[in-house]
């Protein structure tokens, strides 16, 4: 079965502080991507990994992808209350036609 | 900055009617999603084109549902009758090929959110 798991489901965090969100996925793949949802609002792209040992870095953020661990990590560092947002890492499988299947999604709140 | 426009934003109908919502995707994206998002979970495909062809709709409730995009570029999901488990936020995307066949990043609209009542 093709799943994507997300944990924490629910973050609460101070601000200035330094967190990781975890994304496993059931089978191989090397395509992963991390987006963000404003509460009421879309989903917006922000990392795509697409091999083993991708690290990308976008301000506060830092996605990276460990494709033999099926793994991957959204870390937050010093965080400030406008990360404020639902996390979700999808992950592209290869099964016949390819497959897009979003993780369970993590909701931070960060604290001021 | 080209976008993904979706229409209407938001939706109430009564358990029984039809309801129909329409996604016009960025210009030269060939593949287009429709997805269900029920709140506070990951959105769920219903269906995937590429061009005008149907890729994926193992996840559509056929007896209610349907999804058409007849020249390959906009779309339209529409569901009759509407229940009241269909209350939702229904999100369409849009991306290019990715690479050897599988998908890139996608884009998404603003969402259509439905209240069955």
């Known amino acids: 079965e093709l799943k994507v798991e997300q944990n924490p489901l629910f973050l609460s965090m101070q601000e200035g502080k330094n967190y990781t969100i975890y994304c496993n996925y059931s089978?191989?793949?090397?395509?992963l991507y991390w987006y963000r949802q404003d509460p009421g609002k879309s989903l917006e792209s922000l990392f795509v990994?697409?091999?083993?040992?991708a690290v990308k870095q976008e301000g506060r953020l830092m996605a990276s992808l460990d494709t033999k661990a099926r793994l991957s990590t959204l870390h937050i560092t010093a965080a400030v209350h406008d990360l404020s947002a639902t996390y979700f890492c999808?992950?592209?499988?290869?099964?016949?036609?390819?497959?897009?299947?979003f993780g369970t999604g993590t909701r931070l709140k960060v604290l001021a | 900055e080209a976008e993904v426009a979706q229409s209407p934003r938001y939706k109430i109908t009564e358990k029984s009617q039809a309801v129909a919502f329409w996604c016009d995707p960025i210009?030269?994206?060939?593949?287009l999603y429709w997805y269900r998002q029920i709140l506070g979970q990951g959105p769920e495909l219903l269906v995937q084109?590429?061009?005008?062809?149907?890729?994926?709709d193992s996840q559509l409730p056929k007896d209610r549902f349907s999804a058409e995009r007849l020249k390959g570029v906009d779309s339209t999901l529409k569901i009759q009758p509407a229940e009241l488990g269909d209350s939702a936020m229904y999100l369409c995307?849009?991306?290019?090929?990715?690479?050897?066949?599988?998908?890139?990043?996608?884009?998404f609209g603003p969402g259509t959110r439905l209240t069955v009542l």
């Open positions: 210009s030269g994206h060939a593949t």
């Open positions: 990994l697409l091999s083993n040992g």
């Open positions: 089978t191989t793949s090397d395509r």
């Open positions: 999808a992950v592209d499988f290869p099964s016949g036609t390819y497959k897009y299947i």
């Open positions: 995307a849009s991306s290019l090929p990715g690479l050897a066949g599988g998908q890139d990043t996608q884009y």
């Open positions: 084109f590429q061009d005008e062809s149907v890729v994926d």
